[in-house]
């Protein structure tokens, strides 16, 4: 009666522990479908398949499973094609190169190399990219157009080529930034029809003053002697740490960091000393006392009659380290095997008559039954690791 009661308690319970771990039906994706056998109800590790209708890319996982009620991982995504009509060549000038003007579908993250018309300069670079249906298709600038005075400066730059009176239509000027500058844009600008192309931008570098380095107590990683203003290139990045001696004081285990030059202004964290304090030692003394230790500082460890220090490291001294005192310092008792103990387990040494040795922390003693008996099922294993002081004895029964 009692069983049947449980069979139909279970069967009532099982839809409730089902929709625990349930998903709700998957998303639909744009310009894609699911493609895998579709289900009334989706339970724990349940799979899905995306695909993305011709012509269109899948950008994420293949695949989603059920797991804990979410489905894992993200929704992909289908990325559109680029379409380049042959009325959109021509009117750029263009060709696709082999000098063939068609339409054409290019999937997205796929290139195509574009060249111009004979007479006209192409604005480089010449091979674009499809990204999600877009393309940037390139310039070109007729060589029989009107001429340009002279080229506009940019700011933080200079213009590395020869400088002239007036440039032909499809010439162009070449600049480059001063040094820390970083450039934005195409380092070329061209003459077309009578006016520059877009010149590009020098960006600004990040500055790090040396005294704000020296007081939050950091230095230039690998770097004797660093400048009075250290300068960050946009987009790049400089690694710093902190002194010997300091740690970082957001986060005490590291010391080395990184600052990322992005055009905001650069935040420097601060760097705190190395301290321990004094280390608390039960059933030991240690030497020198003080109420502070810094980085580096030795203490050596005396433990009482009796106890053996943990870990022994032949010097019994440790060390302050940014981490705290290392290795951790503890006095702790000696294992020792008691005859009482085993005569009350029915055990003995396995590899030596004594019946009471000393056993150093962290090795290992093997132990045996004695004649007429057998181990107990239930007993521990009969290798025993001295740990803290303290043996697990295993246990034997009469055969």
């Known amino acids: 009666m009692k069983a049947w009661l449980l069979l139909v308690a279970v069967l009532l319970l099982w839809p409730g ?8 039906e998957p998303d639909e994706i744009d310009f894609g479908e699911i493609v895998s056998a579709e289900k009334a109800k989706y339970l724990e590790n349940d799979r899905v398949q995306y695909r993305c209708y011709p012509s269109y890319v899948l950008e994420g996982p293949e695949w989603i499973q059920c797991k804990g009620q979410e489905w894992t991982p993200h ?17 750029k ?6 000098n063939q003007r068609k339409a054409r579908l290019i999937q997205s993250n796929q290139r195509i190399q574009l060249q111009c018309n004979k ?39 200079d213009i590395t080529t020869l400088s002239e009176k007036q440039y032909r239509s499809g010439s162009s000027v070449e600049f480059r930034c001063q040094t820390y500058y970083a450039l934005e844009g195409q380092k070329r600008s061209f003459c077309d029809n009578g006016t520059w192309t877009k010149v590009p931008i020098c960006l600004d570098p990040c ?8 007081s939050q107590k950091i230095e230039v990683k690998d770097e004797i ?45 601060k760097c705190k000393e ?3 304090n004094s280390p608390r030692i039960s059933n030991g003394t240690f030497r020198p006392q003080r109420t502070i230790y810094h980085d580096g500082d030795l203490v050596r460890i005396h433990c009482d009659n009796g106890f053996t220090f943990e870990p022994d490291n032949g010097e019994k001294v440790v060390e302050c380290t940014k981490n705290g005192w ?22 003995r040494l396995k590899w030596t008559q004594q019946l009471s040795i000393y056993i150093e922390e962290g090795n290992l003693i093997e132990f045996r039954c004695i004649r007429g008996y057998q181990p107990r099922p239930s007993s521990s294993s009969f290798r025993v690791q001295c740990m803290e002081g303290k043996l697990h004895y295993p246990d034997c029964i009469p055969i």
């Open 119 to 157: 007479g006209h300069v192409l604005v480089v670079p010449s091979v674009r990219k499809c990204v999600d249906g877009y393309m940037d298709l390139p310039l070109c600038i007729s060589e029989r157009g009107q001429n340009c005075s002279g080229p506009p400066r940019t700011e933080n730059g």
């Open 326 to 347: 290392s290795p951790p310092p503890k006095c702790i008792t000696p294992c020792t095997t008691r005859e009482e103990d085993m005569r009350q387990r029915n055990i």
């Open 93 to 98: 000038n263009l060709f696709v190169f082999g």
């Open 225 to 269: 002697d660093a400048p009075e203003n250290i300068f960050v290139q946009r987009g790049h990045s400089i690694e710093l740490t902190c002194r010997t001696g300091y740690v970082l004081a957001a986060n005490s285990s590291q010391s080395v960091f990184v600052i990322q030059c992005d055009g905001t202004p650069p935040v420097i964290p």
């Open 17 to 24: 522990f089902s929709s625990q771990n349930a998903c709700d």
């Open 274 to 276: 190395i301290t321990c």
């Open 207 to 214: 500055m790090i003053p040396k005294t704000e380095l020296e």
């Open 75 to 91: 929704l992909p995504k289908c990325l559109a094609p680029c379409s380049i009509t042959r009325q959109q060549l021509a009117a």
